[in-house]
């Protein structure tokens, strides 16, 4: 089955930089690419997603790589306001079967 | 986007006693639910999954007998845990797979999530 791991468990940044979530997945047949954001104590949202058709997806100040060859994706996020503090979880599946999540990255943005 | 509401958001049982977590998509048809399990500062571990009126699927390790899940109509699934006790104390997310024939069909959408605390 599909295993995903995600890096780095923790991230601080300092406001105003960039944060970069990677992650890889192993099963080829995996073709949709998640990510949701969990703030402490609430339900993980959907942030952006990607499917393998394209290489990346940008949504204002979030954008996403996808690397099927190398089956890893990544997580930019520009310009990064204390808000953004959260776990991001990624996610792979084969499009409308179960998800696999990631383990989670712990992202905190420093005033 | 879609709505899932998920009651009760905290609980607090005494050792064997059964608690109950609803789940329910407030805007649309769910055919498939998930129930998820999060230890502090860890993943979302999936439990099983739920197709309406069939039985739930069930992930390796996890006890049918103990964690049960009722998928009784598109909006609505439940999970009851049986003579909770202490390790049972977790987080519980419910997720709900979206609306069918539309192009958001498969975005899952989170629950608020139920605290347990086993006494």
């Known amino acids: 089955g599909e295993n995903v791991e995600q890096h780095p468990s923790t991230l601080s940044v300092q406001e105003g930089d960039s944060a970069v979530i990677k992650c890889t997945y192993s099963?080829?047949?995996?073709?949709?690419f998640p990510w949701y954001k969990q703030e402490l104590g609430k339900r993980p949202q959907l942030i952006i997603d990607i499917r393998s058709n394209v290489g990346e997806k940008k949504d204002q100040r979030i954008a996403v790589t996808l690397n099927k060859t190398a089956k890893h994706f990544s997580l930019h996020i520009t310009e990064t306001q204390p808000e953004d503090s959260a776990v991001y979880f990624c996610a792979a599946a084969p499009y409308g079967q179960n998800f696999v999540f990631g383990p989670g990255t712990r992202l905190s943005v420093l005033p | 986007g879609a709505v899932v509401s998920q009651h009760p958001s905290w609980v607090i049982c005494k050792s064997g006693t059964s608690v109950k977590i609803e789940c329910r998509s407030l805007?649309?048809?769910?055919?498939?639910m998930f129930w998820y399990r999060q230890f502090p500062k860890q993943s979302l571990m999936l439990m099983a999954t739920?197709?309406?009126?069939?039985?739930?699927?069930?992930e390796q390790g996890v006890e049918k007998d103990k964690f049960l899940i009722n998928h009784a109509s598109l909006t609505l699934s439940t999970l009851t845990v049986t003579s909770a006790h202490p390790e049972d104390s977790s987080f519980y997310i419910c997720?709900?797979?979206?609306?069918?024939?539309?192009?958001?069909?498969?975005?899952?959408?989170f629950g608020a999530g139920t605290r347990l605390s086993v006494l």
């Open positions: 099963d080829s047949a995996s073709n949709y």
């Open positions: 997720s709900a797979r979206g609306p069918t024939k539309t192009i958001a069909k498969n975005i899952q959408y």
């Open positions: 739920s197709n309406e009126g069939s039985k739930a699927t069930y």
């Open positions: 805007d649309f048809q769910a055919t498939t």
